[in-house]
């Protein structure tokens, strides 16, 4: 279950978030007994302290939480959470210290310190709840953190557990909560439909790779969003070393965003004509994997020369962009934990995304700094389209320099996604350490951003 607000205002501690710059005037203006309780207590408004304040019957009177000056800020995400873990179990309301977009971003944060990954092992839940401040649209963030549980809870579940019927499961979950319409092509059927890379990539797996596809909305911009669903990679024949292959149970972590911020788009109803397109496949070593060297073609008609499979996110995607670019979106995205180059260029925490259109990625840069999922640009060299292009096919799922991977890895995607105003992310979806409201474990990235950014998008 993913958290939400207490609705039980009367039994909540008043929470005083005091940044550490202003402690000094806020604690002139208390009454000499909450000063001194302060004092004793050495609380001074530093990053990370609490204190719980006793009335004079030694019942709670407020709590303290402290926070970064504003230079500080910029260095860590949902800051409050930390208070939040450090609280004693109560209901808390936050009413001094923070207003506005940051005040909708930290309780945010505070929320998701309470989400368990607990479908293996009973947890406790968090205990500091929150009742929603004055002025916060409690909808919209519980919204936000449905989105992001969904995100995480799908990214964390091994891949025995979460093969591609598993998440073809989830997306049909999803669809039937909001009305959408869910068809599925499995097995050889994707090749009597004409996706034979999908087939390629999965047939070695004993689990059937299909491609799930899922509408909803009658009216509006057509808004299609793409997630590499690769439930387990293992490489395939260009086998990955055991130290490669311990996270592979995120490969799937675009789809499981993609399916996060479709919850986001339809539990607002916003007025656009949304398709999701998952090709889920588990690449898998047996006598009929496809080999490094063969020569693939596409549902768009080009050849592929495919020179590792352990490049095979491109190909399935390829497919998947073919069959959305058909009907010319307004808007198309792909998400995909696609390269590992793409880590090394930014690291874990930002999500690198590469479009041809100026003013997408100005207001997704905006979006994603405004609600703490941030984003950076990266860019569609055309120089490097040499670099895809083969001597014996039209494009190379891998070429062999090694340099600009993240770059050529998109170039081969937009090959594929038509013309049109399109987006193509390249995201990691996995915290390697615990950090305040995003534990060690799958986590979205780009999905808050896209949707504070997609009304301007396509002009809603």
């Not at 609705?7 to 929470?15: E, F, N, Q, V």
């Not at 996110?313 to 497919?319: E, K």
């Not at 998400?335 to 930002?350: C, E, F």
Request: net charge negative; with cysteine.
């Amino acid at each position: 279950m993913a958290p939400t607000f207490s609705k039980d205002r009367s039994a909540a501690i008043p929470l005083h978030v005091i940044e550490q710059s202003r402690f000094d005037s806020w604690h002139k203006a208390q009454d000499e007994r909450v000063r001194a309780w302060v004092e004793v207590n050495g609380f001074t408004g530093a990053r990370g302290q609490v204190l719980l304040v006793p009335d004079a019957d030694g019942r709670p009177l407020m709590a303290l939480a402290g926070f970064a000056n504003p230079g500080q800020r910029a260095r860590r995400r949902f800051m409050l959470a930390t208070a939040a873990e450090a609280l004693p179990a109560a209901v808390y309301d936050i009413v001094s210290g923070l207003d506005g977009q940051e005040l909708e971003t930290e309780v945010f944060g505070w929320l998701m310190t309470q989400h368990r990954f607990d479908r293996y092992r009973a947890q406790q839940p968090g205990g500091a709840t929150l009742v929603a401040p004055e002025g916060v649209d409690a909808v919209r963030i519980e919204s936000l953190v449905a989105a992001e549980c969904l995100i995480r809870d799908l990214i964390d579940t091994p891949a025995a557990d979460m093969g591609p019927a598993e998440l073809e499961a989830a997306a049909t979950d999803l669809a039937g909560q909001f009305g959408a319409s869910v068809d599925v092509v499995r097995g050889d059927d994707l090749l009597d439909q004409n996706f034979p890379l999908i087939h390629t990539v999965g047939r070695a797996s004993t689990r059937a790779p299909r491609l799930i596809d899922i509408t909803w909305g009658e009216a509006g911009p057509k808004v299609t969003l793409v997630g590499k669903g690769v439930c387990f990679d293992t490489g395939g024949l260009n086998l990955k070393p055991r130290a490669g292959m311990a996270l592979m149970k995120k490969d799937m972590g675009g789809a499981a965003t993609v399916l996060g911020l479709a919850r986001l788009i339809m539990a607002k109803g916003l007025g656009v004509r949304l398709r999701v397109l998952i090709p889920a496949v588990e690449n898998a070593v047996a006598g009929n994997a496809f080999r490094p060297g063969d020569i693939l073609t596409s549902r768009k008609g080009l050849t592929v020369e495919n020179n590792n499979t352990d490049a095979e996110g491109r190909l399935v995607l390829a497919d998947a962009l073919a069959l959305a670019s058909e009907e010319q979106p307004d808007l198309l995205v792909s998400m995909a934990t696609l390269t590992g180059a793409a880590r090394i260029a930014v690291g874990s925490d930002l999500a690198p995304f590469f479009t041809d259109h100026d003013d997408i990625a100005e207001a997704l840069s905006r979006a994603g700094g405004g609600v703490a999922d941030p984003v950076w640009r990266l860019p569609f060299h055309e120089p490097y389209e040499l670099k895809i292009e083969p001597a014996h096919a039209d494009l190379d799922n891998a070429p062999s320099s090694g340099f600009a991977g993240a770059i050529t890895a998109a170039l081969f995607l937009r090959r594929f996604a038509g013309p049109g105003r399109y987006v193509h992310f390249d995201i990691y979806g996995w915290n390697s350490a615990n950090q305040p409201g995003r534990p060690k474990g799958g986590f979205g990235q780009g999905a808050r951003a896209l949707f504070e950014a997609l009304p301007g998008l396509v002009d809603l």
